[in-house]
């Protein structure tokens, strides 16, 4: 079984992504959260280079990392957007870098280019948004993503590491994008079944640097995923209007 490395194993995403990839891969998990005693389970803040540095030279020789880790509310404060999704993201590439890691996926987010939301929703004739546009972020978290984006593509133009990185719309922990009664989950949620599939196809892809939106085939998406769909053969199944 091929190795995979997953940081911010014990969030919403990282819970999925634990159980759905266990039966294909063997996983080593970083997050600061101190409930796991599973023996593949390091305890350790991301921020703290020394001790992720041993994290990755006790888990050994690795292909794929997951990096999920970071303050994951739109709101975050600046010291810990800061601290966890700057500084923390850094030093998971360097450990990339340092311990010959070959393909890093890494979640960055739709609100790398929130900017633009404001109108669109507003707007009859909806054009999309695509990779293309250039980035607006709408918050320090958004910046941060910007930032994780561009160290990804840094990573690879320097020292060839290769990296996908996926603007995850809404993954949410009860799946059930009509519970909350917030009306953009209806466009911007991205499943559970979708994600893993998403995620499955990164981890298999031969690409070496992409950014992806991952939204499920939701009526009223407002994002591109017309190059998900051609280069990593993501083939979105769920609905929030069906569910
Ligand atoms: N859930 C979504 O809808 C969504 C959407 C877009 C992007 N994302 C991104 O996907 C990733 C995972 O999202 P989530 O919803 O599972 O978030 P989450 O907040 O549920 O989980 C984040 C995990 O990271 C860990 N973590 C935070 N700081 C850390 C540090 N310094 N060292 C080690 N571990 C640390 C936390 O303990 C937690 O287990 C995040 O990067 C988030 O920004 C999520």
């Known amino acids: 079984m091929k190795k995979i490395i997953i940081t911010g194993s014990r ?3 990282g819970k999925i992504l634990t159980k759905g990839l266990s039966d294909e891969f063997r996983i080593y998990e970083i997050d600061i959260a101190n409930n796991n005693h599973n023996k593949n389970y390091f305890q350790t ?3 703290n280079s020394k001790s992720l540095s041993s994290a990755f030279k006790k888990i050994g020789k690795s292909n794929f990392l997951i990096h999920l880790a970071a303050s994951s509310a739109l ?4 010291e810990y957007v800061l601290k966890n999704n700057i500084i923390g993201l850094k030093n998971v590439y360097e450990c990339a870098r340092k311990f010959g890691i070959k393909r890093v996926i890494f979640a960055s987010s739709s609100h790398v280019t929130g900017g633009y939301e404001k109108n669109i929703l507003n707007e009859k004739n909806l ?3 695509s990779i293309h546009d250039p980035v607006r972020p709408d918050s320090d978290y958004g910046s941060s993503k910007a930032f994780g984006e561009a160290i990804a593509r840094q990573y690879f133009e320097l ?3 290769k990296s996908i990185c996926l603007r995850i719309g809404a993954v949410l922990s009860y799946n059930n ?6 009306g953009i989950n209806l466009k911007i949620w991205l499943s559970h079944k979708d994600l893993l599939q998403l995620i499955k196809k990164s981890l298999l892809s031969d690409i070496k640097f992409g950014i992806y939106y991952g ?3 939701n009526k009223g998406r407002f994002w591109d995923i017309s190059n998900a769909k051609k280069e990593l053969n993501y083939q979105p199944i769920d609905n929030a209007y069906l569910s």
Not at 177 to 182: C, E, M, N, V, Y
Request: proline share 4%; glycine share 4%.
């Open 159 to 161: 020292y060839k590491i």
């Open 127 to 129: 054009k999309l948004i």
């Open 177 to 182: 994008p009509t519970k909350d009664k917030i």
């Open 11 to 13: 969030g919403i995403i």
């Open 45 to 47: 803040d991301i921020s």
């Open 215 to 217: 939204v499920s085939n």
């Open 75 to 78: 709101n975050a404060k600046w």
